[in-house]
């Protein structure tokens, strides 16, 4: 995007500035779909896409239906190392007061609403990091998950 609503870059971070705005455009790394009445449909975060064995899974696509479980009151997504699969969906779930779900009741869930693969194969339950405003910090988690190793988002 251009125009006079954007930011101007990043305070006192050149590189990510320069990233940001390569060719002149701001590039927010928001992916979307544009459906055939012109309805642009924001997906996901390009460095939240998970790449599960060369499919793309949405992380919010996977929250929305975590979100519709009766016993889930938050839900964070991010990808997590595999073996076999090269990362895989995992959820971080803060119940609802008095509820006591359990990993398999919400991965089950995710089968019944989603296509499997898409499913969470961890869940994890506590509370979110968050920032001042209350915004989930999906970088906090995925940063504790990666830990140690290389995850390349292009």
């Keep these: 995007m251009r125009g006079n ?13 320069a990233t ?3 060719g002149g455009w701001f590039h927010s790394g928001d992916l979307a779909v544009m459906h055939p009445d012109n309805y642009a449909q924001i997906m996901d975060r390009k460095k939240d896409i998970i790449i599960s064995g060369g499919e ?13 479980h009766p016993d889930v009151l938050e839900v964070a997504v991010v990808p997590i190392p595999d073996p076999k699969w090269g990362e895989v ?15 398999e009741d ?21 509370e979110l990091p968050k920032t001042a405003t209350g915004k ?9 998950e990666w830990a140690g190793r290389d995850r390349r988002v292009n």
């Excluded at 930011?7 to 500035?17: F, R």
């Excluded at 971080?92 to 990993?103: H, K, L, N």
């Design 5 to 17: 609503n954007v930011m101007i870059g990043y305070y006192k971070d050149a590189e990510a500035t």
């Design 20 to 22: 940001a705005f390569a």
């Design 56 to 68: 793309n899974i949405s992380t919010v696509e996977v929250e929305n239906v975590i979100y519709r």
């Design 89 to 103: 969906p995992k959820a971080f779930v803060v119940p609802r007061e008095g509820a006591s779900p359990t990993a």
């Design 106 to 126: 919400i991965i089950e869930f995710c089968k019944q609403n989603l296509a499997r693969f898409k499913a969470p194969k961890v869940v994890e339950f506590g």
């Design 136 to 144: 989930i910090q999906k970088f906090k988690l995925r940063e504790k």
